[in-house]
């Protein structure tokens, strides 16, 4: 069964910390590259962080500094620690392989940071 679920995100004031985890099938997390999504009102989904199998990570611009992206290989998990969050940094979140290899989205885990 192929499933992706995000956990951790809540609301909080700005410059507090997050971790975000997200367990996914072994279908879809092994030798796979993982990423972070997210998602605010009205815009695109982008992808702000991921990482190898091995562990190389990249980041965007935005988030670069602030977030670490790592993994658990033997726990077909990812995380994405957040700290120094603003309100830009407001968006449901999600994981997935990087590129996107199956049309398959868990539900998200929504962040509201407020200022």
């Known amino acids: 069964q192929l499933q992706l679920v995000e956990s951790g995100g809540g609301l909080v004031q700005t410059g507090r910390s997050l971790r975000l985890s997200c367990v996914a099938s072994?279908?879809?997390?092994?030798?796979?590259?993982m990423g972070w999504y997210r998602q605010a009102p009205g815009n695109q989904r982008e992808l702000v962080a991921w990482?190898?199998?091995?562990?190389?990570?990249n980041y965007s611009d935005s988030v670069k500094g602030r977030f670490t992206i790592s993994r658990d290989n033997t726990k077909n998990t990812v995380y994405l620690q957040m700290n120094t969050l603003n309100p830009e940094d407001s968006a449901v979140y999600y994981c997935?392989?990087?590129?996107?290899?199956?049309?398959?989205w868990g539900q998200g885990t929504q962040v509201t940071v407020s200022s």
């Open positions: 990482i190898t199998w091995s562990g190389f990570t």
């Open positions: 997935n392989t990087s590129p996107v290899l199956l049309a398959k």
């Open positions: 072994t279908f879809i997390f092994k030798n796979n590259r």
